[in-house]
Nanobody, 119 residues
């Protein structure tokens, strides 16, 4: 079965950093378009960043540009999200997703990991 398992979330003060990881299994990770989404309480789930199968192309929501970096290690079947200069508004559950169609909608989701930014 396809599995996406996020880790690395936690509590951090404003201005701090976290690195999220998503361990993938059960599919050809190197052929999949990957994304990070987040969902804050009372809000819809929104895309944070996306990355092409090779890692050559990355996209970011305007709210995180210059602060977050999405990357992948196809040899390890792992997706990453480096989050720097964190703000309280970054507080959310962060989800890893995989899409079989290039730049298509997600086909599978991880369980999510909580990120809380607070002093």
């Amino acid at each position: 079965q396809v599995q996406l398992v996020e880790s690395g979330g936690g509590l951090v003060q404003p201005g701090g950093s976290l690195r999220l990881s998503c361990a993938a299994s059960g599919f050809l990770f190197s052929s999949s378009h990957m994304r990070w989404y987040r969902q804050a309480p009372g809000k819809e789930r929104d895309v944070v960043a996306g990355i092409s199968s090779t890692g050559a192309i990355t996209t970011y929501a305007d709210s995180v540009k210059g602060r977050f970096t999405i990357s992948r290690d196809n040899a390890k079947s792992t997706l990453y999200l480096q989050m720097n200069s964190l703000k309280p508004e970054d507080t959310a559950v962060y989800y890893c997703s995989a899409a079989w169609k290039s730049w298509g909608q997600p086909d599978n989701w991880g369980q999510g990991t909580q990120v809380t930014v607070s002093s």
